[in-house]
């Protein structure tokens, strides 16, 4: 997934997290199991569901298209830059989307946002000219900062 | 079937919340209807099909041509709108070849063309006294019909996934079956070439069925040329398709 334009516009919610779930080949009790499953870390949802995707405010569509993505029963979820454009609020109820989204299916997002991604992530990878330069575990704040600097700010790991 | 219907669903009501789509198709299709039965076009039909009611014979070919060019204008342009807004991942992710998604936007096309199709025939029919026509036949023809024309429209798409802009061609094609495809009156060595396209050959059986001269090989015919033309528009469809995703032409419309 990638910025709030992968639903339809004129589409409610409701109709595009149930189309999203079909073209996978879900059948409707599975799409109404799976709304359950994750509907108490989406709790927009239920307001939202009878509204035009159009008429959401960007935070709420980028919510919504993952929460699609996650009745869709995605075993793999690619998400870039997701806290792009984020307020605070729609930061931290992503942050916790994805720790549920983690028991179910691989998450593998890219991000220059490094508060988020050492909060939410198991595994961090750098980068550098389309290769991996480092791979690690879970990271501490002070930990990532220094491979950053090392890898993109002259540092010694260059 | 479930993906089909709900992809047909799902622009139903998309064409219905825009509206504006609808009612420029309405008015573009009846001022055109309008134009032809006021300049008395098509009085030749009469002859070729032995009977004085050539208006109604104008208007039946009128309406399959309506119905066809929704057909083949479904999905080309569906796609490109996709590709930009990013929904065409969602589909091409799916275990459901796009052809038999995109068939749902085919049905819903129809439903509304189908609708614009009774409006122009019920206003034709108080104003100039064309006939009502709801025949089995008729209708099984029309529809066998814009299958086949459905089948053009992804070749049509295929073009459009790999070259990324055909919308002059999809016009001048639309423009171009209205004179070629004897839905208005066509030279008979131009309509020899052009039956090996569905419209052609629709237009002839339902006259004909209209005045009780329609022969049953010339409905297999019809059969035979929609079902090539569906095989071949799926093919051309999914070769461009792949062509499209090995050299990344869907990441940059």
């Not at chain 1, 930061?91 to 028991?103: E, F, G, H, R, S």
């Not at chain 1, 991996?132 to 704040?141: C, F, H, M, P, Q």
């Not at chain 2, 055109?32 to 009977?51: A, C, Q």
């Amino acid at each position: 997934m990638s910025g709030d334009k992968n639903l339809y516009a004129k589409n409610t919610v409701k109709e595009n997290v149930q189309f999203a779930a079909v073209l996978r080949g879900l059948r409707r009790e599975e799409i109404q199991k799976n709304i359950e499953k994750y509907l108490p870390y989406f709790p927009l949802y239920e307001t939202l569901e009878n509204k035009l995707y159009e008429k959401l405010s960007f935070g709420q569509k980028r919510l919504i298209t993952i929460f699609a993505a996650a009745v869709s029963g995605a075993k793999i979820i690619l998400m870039d830059e997701p806290t792009e454009g984020l307020d605070l609020e729609h930061k931290k109820q992503l942050a916790d989307i994805m720790a549920a989204l983690k028991k179910d299916a691989a998450v593998i997002l890219t991000t220059h946002d490094y508060e988020f991604s050492v909060n939410v992530s198991d595994r961090i990878l750098f980068l550098k000219d389309g290769i991996i330069v480092s791979e690690n575990g879970k990271l501490g704040r002070e930990e990532f900062l220094k491979l950053y600097h090392g890898f993109y700010e002259g540092g010694d790991l260059q | 079937m479930r993906i089909i219907l709900q992809e047909c669903k799902m622009d139903l009501l998309r064409a219905v919340r825009y509206r504006v789509g609808m009612i420029s198709d309405l008015v573009l299709f009846t001022v055109l209807l309008v134009f032809f039965l006021m300049s008395d076009t098509g009085t030749s039909f009469g002859e070729e099909y032995g009977t004085g009611d050539y208006k109604t014979l104008l208007l039946l070919g009128y309406v399959a041509w309506t119905l066809s060019s929704a057909a083949i204008n479904t999905v080309a342009p569906q796609i490109s709108g996709e590709v930009q807004r990013g929904t065409f991942f969602l589909k091409i992710n799916s275990h459901i070849p796009m052809q038999l998604i995109y068939f749902g936007d085919f049905l819903a096309a129809i439903a509304i063309q189908s609708v614009i199709a009774v409006i122009c025939t019920v206003g034709a029919h108080f104003i100039w006294d064309t006939a009502f026509v709801v025949r089995p036949d008729i209708i099984a023809a029309l529809i066998v019909c814009t299958i086949g024309m459905y089948g053009i429209g992804l070749i049509i798409a295929g073009f459009q996934l790999f070259f990324k802009r055909v919308g002059s061609l999809v016009f001048v094609l639309q423009l171009g079956l209205l004179f070629v495809t004897d839905t208005l009156p066509t030279s008979g060595s131009i309509t020899r070439i052009t039956s090996i396209l569905p419209l052609t050959r629709c237009n002839a059986i339902i006259r004909e069925a209209f005045t009780g001269t329609a022969a049953a090989a010339e409905y297999i015919g019809l059969l035979l040329c929609s079902a090539v033309c569906f095989a071949v528009g799926y093919a051309v469809f999914e070769i461009f398709l792949r062509m499209a995703k090995k050299k990344g032409n869907l990441l940059m419309y």
